[in-house]
């Protein structure tokens, strides 16, 4: 059996999969890196599937979310009424992913990765890949902190990224949660059956209002417009969870229910991507969550390695 572990982007709320998944070493006694055959993650995702696929333990990524998440998600001044400029600079992020990842080259990494990111310069999708297939030639060389922080740019919060002669920003523009992205090129350049494949899929959590039910009374007055009722930070989140719930559905009518643990949570309040207040309230979600799946967690993956067994 082939296991995928995908991990979705939502910012400083990349809290709850990097937790989720330190109690699943912890109580469960695995690593995943050695649990898993493919890794994937967008934005703060990538983050995390980069650090597992580096060698770096559950615990380890997490504890910078909680040490680091207020110096990432500090405010410029001039961009705090959101008229010009990126929210936030991008030299916190940067210095802590260099720290973490280190010089590390996509090359380096023996477990197959997909990174998501989008090229905003050519208007098309960019994918980074570790050195799987034998095809790869262009990302051999990038180095897997460039990869994360490209991943990371979320449009509006944080600056596009060079690599290379590409313009990059945020995967989640077209792969929040890049479970499908996995899963087809797993099909097509690992050649591994769909009846194989077992994937774990972690969100970052699903806000279910954004806009007020009474936005229809008000239309003629405020309108939709960027300084009255649009909010971008407001509309990129429920793009990305849009982008994260389609890409999920699609999953689940691609597999079988048996083949696809998805394990996320939903909110009647707002989830900001930038909000480190939010911390505590994010491990109570995850460790909440994995006492109430822990046996689904735990037949998920013994599963996978009883069928890989039988298949070796």
């Known amino acids: 059996m082939f296991r995928i572990l995908s991990i979705d982007g939502g910012g400083f709320r990349g809290v709850y999969p990097a937790h989720m998944l ?9 690593s995943i890196r050695e649990h898993v055959d493919l890794l994937t993650g967008t934005s703060t995702g990538s983050i995390i599937a980069g650090g597992l696929a580096k060698g770096i ?8 979310y909680e040490a680091k998440g207020t110096k990432i998600f500090k405010k410029r001044w001039f961009a705090r009424l959101g008229l010009t400029g990126s929210r936030f ?16 080259k996509l090359g380096d990494i023996d477990t197959p990765l997909i990174i998501p990111a989008t090229d905003v310069g050519n208007g098309c999708v960019h994918v980074f890949k570790s050195s799987y297939d034998k095809e790869f030639v262009r990302d051999r060389d990038v180095l897997l ?11 509006t919060y944080f600056d596009p990224v060079k690599v ?22 797993a099909k097509r350049r690992l050649g591994v059956p769909l009846a194989d494949m077992q ?11 954004y806009y007020s039910q009474s936005w229809r009374l008000w239309k003629y007055v405020v309108g939709w417009g960027f300084a009255t009722r649009w909010g971008r930070s407001k509309f990129i989140d429920m ?10 559905n699609m999953l689940n009518l691609l597999l079988q229910p048996e083949q696809v643990l998805r394990i996320n949570f939903d909110s009647d309040k707002p989830l900001p991507l930038d909000d480190p207040r939010e911390y505590s309230n994010l491990i109570a979600r995850a ?22 067994a039988q298949h070796a």
């Open 199 to 209: 994937v774990l899929s972690i969100g970052t959590g699903v806000s279910n209002q």
């Open 287 to 308: 460790d909440r969550d994995f006492t109430h799946k822990a046996h689904l967690i735990r037949s998920f993956l013994e599963a996978s390695t009883e069928r890989q």
């Open 239 to 248: 793009i990305l969870n849009l982008q994260s719930q389609t890409a999920s």
């Open 89 to 104: 600079r991008s030299s916190a992020l940067q210095q802590i992913v260099s720290t973490v990842i280190g010089t590390t």
């Open 22 to 30: 330190q109690r699943i070493e912890q109580e469960l006694g695995i």
């Open 145 to 155: 902190r460039d990869a994360i922080l490209a991943s990371c740019a979320a449009p």
């Open 164 to 185: 290379d002669q590409y313009l990059l920003a945020d995967g989640g523009v077209w792969a929040n949660c890049p479970a499908m992205v996995a899963v087809i090129d």
């Open 57 to 64: 333990s559950a615990r380890e990524i997490a504890s910078i």
